[in-house]
């Protein structure tokens, strides 16, 4: 299993808002940045988000994240059909000696 | 501008070894990390390892500690990943993936489909 713990699922119908939480420890979530990619069907993973809530260029402000002590959240409001895809969190882990990269173990988007 | 781009698909008997390569350019190859992530038919993202393009220092991730080696050609700009041993359950599409100031990473390859049968 992942080390950051996602819902397998979240569904919400066209324009309204949905939230996806990833949750993890002070080796990882609690002491350093948070990063969100958005994986739609057949394509390679896209930065949605990083240092917990800022947004790349081109990426639109109805996508927004947030971090408190050992968790983290995505937030998405004015659901579309495009936005149908997998979602997945990830950071730093410094539990070893050196730093691993660590991913949640995604969360499927429905748009109902 | 930037990109990563890797080699094709790959088809791989069990116990064989794959070397799939991540070309960059558009930026400064010694800049950043460059990850390696897999990813499973239907599964999650996993890390794999990294590498400093600039001294070649390395880090794997446990499961793979001893099977895969990441080296890069600074004169080419170019990162590998190289897995042995394989077997039916490394079948998964590999991508490489560039991290950026707070460790995101910002850039991915299309991906390479590595196949694994007997």
């Known amino acids: 299993q992942s080390v950051l713990t996602q819902p397998p699922s979240v569904s919400a119908a066209p324009g309204q808002k949905v939230t996806i939480s990833c949750s993890g420890s002070?080796?990882?979530?609690?002491?350093?940045?948070v990063s969100w990619y958005q994986q739609l069907p057949g394509t390679a993973p896209k930065l949605l988000i990083y240092?917990?809530?800022k947004r790349p260029s081109g990426i639109p402000d109805r996508f927004s994240g947030s971090k408190s002590g050992t968790s983290a959240t995505l937030g998405i409001t004015g659901l579309q059909t495009g936005d149908e895809a997998d979602y997945y969190c990830g950071t730093w882990d410094s539990s070893l000696s050196a730093s691993n990269w660590v991913f949640g173990g995604g969360t499927k988007l429905t748009v109902l | 501008q930037m990109q990563l781009v890797q080699s094709g698909a790959e088809v791989k008997k069990t116990g064989s070894s794959v070397k799939v390569s991540c070309k960059a350019s558009g930026y400064t190859f010694t800049y950043r990390y460059l990850h390696w992530v897999r990813q499973a038919p239907g599964q999650a993202l996993e890390w794999m390892g990294w590498?400093?393009?600039?001294?070649?220092?390395?880090n794997y991730a446990q499961k793979f500690q001893d099977r895969v080696t990441i080296t890069r050609d600074r004169s080419m700009s170019t990162a590998y990943m190289e897995l042995s041993s394989l077997r039916s359950e490394d079948t998964a599409m590999y991508y490489c993936?560039?991290?950026?100031?707070?460790?995101?990473?910002?850039?991915w390859g299309q991906g390479t489909l590595v196949t694994v049968s007997s």
């Open positions: 002070s080796s990882n979530i609690g002491n350093n940045y």
């Open positions: 240092d917990n809530n």
């Open positions: 590498i400093t393009p600039f001294n070649g220092n390395t």
């Open positions: 993936a560039r991290s950026d100031v707070f460790g995101e990473l910002i850039y």
